[in-house]
């Protein structure tokens, strides 16, 4: 019963970090980093957000399959599902917030920060829930296992490289800096800033979902 929990609070997470990547996506300022490239990909070929997200999933999972070879567990193959969830979610959400399509700079500022909180949201219930990782993440851990490297340093490394390696994608493909531009950068900042937040100040949610019998 306590695991059946912990996976319902872990899918509703991934919804409310859907709705976050999505709202900071229609605010047309880059989106998050881990969305980086699935999003500049998006723009350039007749496939969804989530679709390219999916694929970049199964991706990151194959990469950690090759860098922990055989400590390469079961549990990491629930992040499949995982992806086709989060990737359907993406999608929907995008549906959702189609009439969201802010035109001055204030307001698209307004909606990035908005959807930055409800991502900073998503991602700590998904630590709340402790049942499995995003393959972002993951494959963050599976480096700092195979190098021995500090998780913080290792994600923010990885979140820039994504940015970076995006950026570079769409010059080649557009020959503009299209899908990576302020708002990845505040994003990248700001969501991780709120999870600390939350993290140190929301405890008592943790006591709630998860009182001791």
Known sequence: MEKAKRYVIFIIGLFINSLGVSLITKADLGTSPISSIPYVLSLNF?????QFTVI?????????????????????????????????FIDLCMSILSFVNPEFY????????????ILGMGVYTEVLANVVMLPGESFVRA??????SEFGISKVAFDV????????????????????REGTIIAAILVGFIVRIMSKHCVFIKNILFAAP
């Open 46 to 50: 007749p496939l969804t957000l989530g």
């Open 106 to 117: 204030a307001s698209k500022i307004i909606y990035l920060v908005i959807g930055c909180i």
């Open 56 to 88: 970049f999933s199964i991706l990151l999972i194959l990469l950690q399959l090759i860098i922990l070879g055989k400590n390469f567990k079961a549990e990491h193959v629930l992040q499949i599902p995982v992806s086709f969830a989060f990737g359907y």
């Open 143 to 148: 480096v700092v296992f195979r190098i021995k």
């Open 161 to 180: 490289s994504l940015a970076v390696i995006a950026g570079i994608i769409s010059i080649i493909l557009s020959s503009s800096l299209s899908g990576v």
